[in-house]
């Protein structure tokens, strides 16, 4: 089931706000904090206007963070990363560039299983065709 635009509108005005919050302010609340969310910024492909989008992530190695798209490749954060070429990310105590690109043969359940249990039910509640996307940092 496809979440409506009011849902998805909702969170962007209420929760998301209050996480980055958190993120960037170093505070946490169980399953919600800078070992469990990070902030993605990107640039609005049609407005050129900076979007940040607070997520659950996956930490594979140093410089490897996964992520599950709730919309796959149809989320405005995932299009809007791929025509950049270049996300700004933060998790945990390090941020900086990165590349993102979708891992079609990771299976979305199975990651969210690894993740902090708030990001998993919160992940889950607005999925609609979920996939697996890898955030590299690269060198400035």
């Known amino acids: 089931m496809r979440p409506t635009r009011a849902v998805q509108k909702l969170g962007r005005l209420t929760v998301n706000p209050i996480v980055l919050w958190l ?5 946490s609340l169980p399953g919600v904090g800078r070992k469990s969310v990070l902030a993605l910024e990107t640039v609005g492909r049609r407005s050129g206007l900076p979007r940040v989008t607070p997520m659950g992530y996956l930490q594979i190695d140093d410089d490897t963070l996964w992520v599950v798209s709730e919309s796959g490749q149809r ?26 690109r979708l891992l079609p043969g990771e299976d979305p359940k ?16 607005l999925w609609d065709r979920p996939a697996v996307v890898e955030i590299r940092f690269v060198d400035p």
């Open 23 to 27: 993120v960037r302010s170093g505070r």
């Open 75 to 100: 989320s405005d954060w995932y299009r809007n990363a791929r025509r950049a070429g270049t996300v700004r990310v933060q998790a945990g105590d390090r941020s900086g560039p990165a590349r993102v």
């Open 110 to 125: 199975a990651v969210l299983k690894r993740m902090s249990r708030f990001v998993a039910v919160a992940n889950r509640a």
